[in-house]
């Protein structure tokens, strides 16, 4: 299908959404050279001419998701009265769910990708995030949401990335062999802090290869099971000691740890 006429995807917003149910529906016909045309942020007569004008010279499908009904109607009969073939992707959904729930959309186009005071709320949480990051900045620890703890190696950095994207306002601090942790996080309240934890032989398998892609000998006192379990044995007394909730990250995708560092420090 490579040589096939390219589809138009008309959106009176980002069209990322629509593009990726196009896309989904594309992989059914194996059709990944397909050429895809975005028109993002349609919401004038004069923006829909200029992209079915394109459209024509190309005889390209056209797909639209304008949540304005004028427009879409426009859309629609412009593609009828040039003979373009089209779908509306929004309309029948719409129209569907305003028979559903009993009265009619808003027809504000943008909304699922608005910016507001949530989306705010994430930006400042994931400069935080990347500010107080391996231990950087402690002394503004107390200002954390979360405060994640662990040897190196146990996920602590994009852990902290995912959380922070969902509006959490997270630090994390390593534990090294022979460093005291800093005395700031002993300040820190104990529901907000979390340890995290992983099995000794994975540990070994993560930091060899780590000194390898680092393109160091791997049979160094990092990588070296008694020593990592020795790192583990006291991180885990110093969790208990401070009363701080244990996560275990072995095995677990990035989104099943946070759940579980929410669920645990009752955040969720």
Request: aromatic fraction near 6%; include cysteine.
């Amino acid at each position: 299908m490579a040589g096939s006429p390219p589809v138009f995807l008309l959106s009176d917003a980002t069209g990322e959404t629509a593009e990726k149910m196009l896309l989904a529906a594309l992989t059914q016909f194996g059709s990944h050279g397909v050429r895809l045309n975005r028109v993002s942020n349609v919401r004038t007569k004069n923006q829909v001419y200029e992209a079915l004008d394109a459209a024509l010279s190309l005889r390209g499908l056209v797909v639209y998701t304008i949540v304005n009904r004028e427009l879409a109607q426009l859309v629609h009969d412009e593609c009828d009265s040039l003979g373009l073939s089209s779908l509306d992707l929004l309309t029948p959904l719409l129209m569907k769910l305003s028979a559903f729930f009993g009265h009619s959309p808003r027809e504000l186009p943008g909304l699922l990708h608005g910016v507001d005071e949530e989306y705010f709320r994430r930006i400042e949480a994931v400069e935080f995030t990347v500010k107080h990051d391996d231990g950087q900045e402690v002394r503004h620890l107390a200002k954390a949401d979360i405060v994640l703890v662990g040897v190196s190696r146990t996920s602590k950095t994009p852990l902290s990335i995912y959380l922070a994207h969902r509006g959490w306002k997270v630090a994390n601090v390593p534990l090294v062999k022979g460093i005291e942790p800093p005395v700031e996080l002993m300040g820190i309240d104990p529901a907000r802090v979390a340890g995290l934890i992983i099995d000794a032989e994975r540990l070994v398998e993560m930091r060899a290869a780590r000194l390898r892609n680092l393109g160091q000998d791997p049979r160094t006192a990092y990588a070296d099971y008694d020593q990592i379990e020795q790192e583990l044995k006291e991180a885990r007394t110093l969790f208990r000691r401070n009363r701080w909730v244990m996560v275990n990250v072995t095995g677990k995708a990035v989104e099943e740890t946070a759940n579980e560092v929410l669920v645990k420090l009752k955040l969720k």
